[in-house]
């Protein structure tokens, strides 16, 4: 009589290992950090893969912006920041020298976000907003995010195209 019981318990308890599909927010940049790492880069429908990496790269974007700490940044320890053109370079405490830069701090605002996400690669376009003039933008950034483990190994950066001052 107990085993139909025991049966329906641990199928209720196989079936229901994840939450929800209703519970999940694929814009919270660490449950997809920790989804990652445990299942791998590119393993979400596209949907929900495209939030998930955006949420990830935001972590540095809104830290440039000076919108979140820096020390939010879901960044690899080992993580190349390099320019187009450069090779990686990647090396053990990278991490906390993007935390603890200080070159952000005359950053106002970077707006007008465009994202394109390709499996485990994020790319961003956005105008950025110095705080000596935050009322135009003073330059335009375009940046790839390598996403491995759940965390930002590598970021891309195309030339820095500044505002001509008139």
């Known amino acids: 009589m107990t085993y139909p019981f025991i049966f329906s318990l641990l199928l ?8 929800d599909a209703s519970d999940v927010d694929y814009n919270d940049a660490k449950y997809c950090s920790n ?22 790269a ?3 974007v809104n830290g440039e912006e000076n ?6 940044m879901l960044l690899a320890d080992d993580i190349s920041r390099h320019n187009l053109g450069t090779l990686p370079n990647h090396q053990a405490g ?14 106002a605002a970077i707006n007008n976000r465009q994202w394109s996400v390709d499996g ?7 105008d950025g907003y110095l705080k ?33 001052q008139r």
């Open 12 to 19: 209720a308890l196989t079936t229901n290992v994840h939450a």
């Open 35 to 56: 989804y990652f790492a445990k299942h791998g880069d590119v393993s979400l429908p596209p949907d929900s893969q495209r939030r998930c990496m955006i949420a990830i």
């Open 58 to 60: 935001s972590t540095y």
């Open 67 to 72: 919108t979140t700490p820096m020390g939010d």
């Open 94 to 107: 990278a991490a906390e020298k993007i935390k603890n830069g200080t070159g952000t701090s005359v950053i």
């Open 120 to 126: 485990n690669q994020a790319w961003i376009v956005y």
């Open 132 to 164: 000596s003039d935050p009322n135009k933008p003073s330059f335009y950034v375009a940046e790839r995010f390598t996403i491995k483990n759940g965390l930002i190994r590598e970021i891309l950066l195309a030339p820095v195209v500044h505002t001509i």
